[in-house]
């Protein structure tokens, strides 16, 4: 449905803008487990183990030669959007799949973030209460493999 995300028009052209598709219901479904979930949890150690991966991630990543990380706000969620000079965010991607190393890469439809950056795309990692420290160290092992190549 969109093509190109800016502040004047998002759209694209006619049929395909009309493609939205079926109202997620699954994912409310879903939302509502996740919900009762969370409330089982202490969330303020949650936050504090999310966020030690974060740390953990992005100080690992700050050593990689050619590595830039987009967006380092204080007290952010557990995301971290990276490149790395010399490849595109899909290679990173791609290259971390082969080892079941789940990101996205892309635009992430938040086009107009990533040019106030200046940049087109990003490898984004997120992080969360279901990862370990071992995942990060995995994360960053295997980005040391794809830069050598």
Same mark, same amino acid.
């Given at each position: 449905m969109?093509?190109?995300?800016?502040? =004047? $028009?998002?759209? %694209? /052209?006619?049929? =395909? $803008?009309?493609? %939205? /598709?079926t109202g997620n219901l699954a994912? %409310?479904?879903g939302l509502g487990a996740a919900l009762i979930y969370l409330n089982t949890l202490d969330l303020h150690a949650a936050g504090l183990y999310e966020s030690a991966l974060l740390a953990m991630a992005t100080d690992a990543l700050l050593d990689i030669p050619g590595c830039s990380i987009i967006g380092q706000a204080p007290q952010k969620a557990g995301v971290l959007s990276f490149n790395i000079d010399g490849f595109s965010a899909q290679e990173i991607d791609e290259g971390l799949n082969t080892s079941g190393i789940a990101i996205r890469s892309g635009h992430h439809c938040a086009q107009p973030i990533l040019r106030r950056f200046g940049v087109d795309e990003s490898a984004r990692a997120s992080f969360a209460i279901y990862n370990t420290?071992?995942?990060?160290?995995?994360l960053i092992s295997r980005l040391y493999q794809i830069c050598s190549r």
């Open positions: 969109i093509k190109d995300v800016i502040f =004047t $028009k998002t759209f %694209a /052209g006619l049929p =395909t $803008k009309f493609e %939205a /598709g994912d %409310a479904v420290f071992e995942d990060v160290e995995r």
